[in-house]
T-cell receptor, first 110, second 113 residues
Framework: KNEVEQSPQNLTAQEGEFITINCSYSVGISALHWLQQHPGGGIVSLFMLSSGKKKHGRLIATINIQEKHSSLHITASHPRDSAVYICAVRSGGSQGNLIFGKGTKLSVKP | NAGVTQTPKFQVLKTGQSMTLQCAQDMNHNSMYWYRQDPGMGLRLIYYSASEGTTDKGEVPNGYNVSRLNKREFSLRLESAAPSQTSVYFC????????????FGSGTRLTVV
């Protein structure tokens, strides 16, 4: 069983829709990251959070430590949001290396 | 612009050839990482360096070596490339104290034929 599970694997939405991507993990963590990978391949860090909620523009990330679950929401989606969204957790061990989910491929149609 | 610079962007190797992937960061981060990304799999850690002068194996270190040349530079070497090493490689850097984010290089698409 993967330590970090994302759902759905693929998601197609119409422009303007509200989008939710989920991430569940099974290990103790000190932080959770949401990353965005565009079709060109580059990876950008969107959020790093250890509790509660963070918001940046149309993006909102939440985490529930007790339930070991995080969600990434995109409001008023736009075709430029089309990308792979990756959840990664920083383990609570001394090395604190990231464990990555397989990603959710989002396609927003105009 | 501050960030992580990774070279080359593309490379084709023949089986058995060697090459070094270069990575440099200008954010004064202590930690640097090399990952590989394969279809249908999450990013996997090859090697990391928690600080200048130290390196440690990650999840998939076989067939690779690394050098932390100084605080800025962390290189990944394939001594004898194999088709199984065909992948996209990413370098990243981060700060190891407290809560921190990561900055990724733009990736190297490597094909071994």
């Amino acid at each position: 069983k993967n330590e970090v599970e994302q759902s759905p694997q693929n998601l197609t939405a119409q422009e303007g829709e509200f989008i939710t991507i989920n991430c569940s993990y099974s290990v103790g963590i000190s932080a959770l990251h949401w990353l965005q990978q565009h079709p060109g391949g580059g990876i950008v860090s969107l959020f790093m959070l250890s509790s509660g909620k963070k918001k940046h523009g149309r993006l909102i990330a939440t985490i529930n430590i007790q339930e070991k679950h995080s969600s990434l929401h995109i409001t008023a989606s736009h075709p430029r949001d089309s990308a792979v969204y990756i959840c990664a957790v920083r383990s609570g061990g001394s090395q604190g290396n990231l464990i990555f989910g397989k990603g959710t491929k989002l396609s927003v149609k105009p | 612009n501050a960030g992580v610079t990774q070279t080359p962007k593309f490379q084709v190797l023949k089986t058995g050839q060697s090459m070094t992937l270069q990575c440099a960061q200008d954010m004064n981060h202590n930690s640097m990482y090399w990952y590989r990304q394969d279809p249908g799999m999450g990013l996997r850690l090859i090697y990391y360096s928690a600080s200048e002068g130290t390196t440690d194996k990650g999840e998939v270190p076989n067939g690779y070596n690394v050098s932390r040349l100084n605080k800025r530079e962390f290189s990944l070497r394939l001594e004898s490339a194999a088709p199984s090493q065909t992948s996209v490689y990413f370098c990243a850097s981060g700060v190891r104290t407290g809560i921190y984010g990561y900055t990724f290089g733009s990736g190297t698409r490597l094909t071994v034929v």
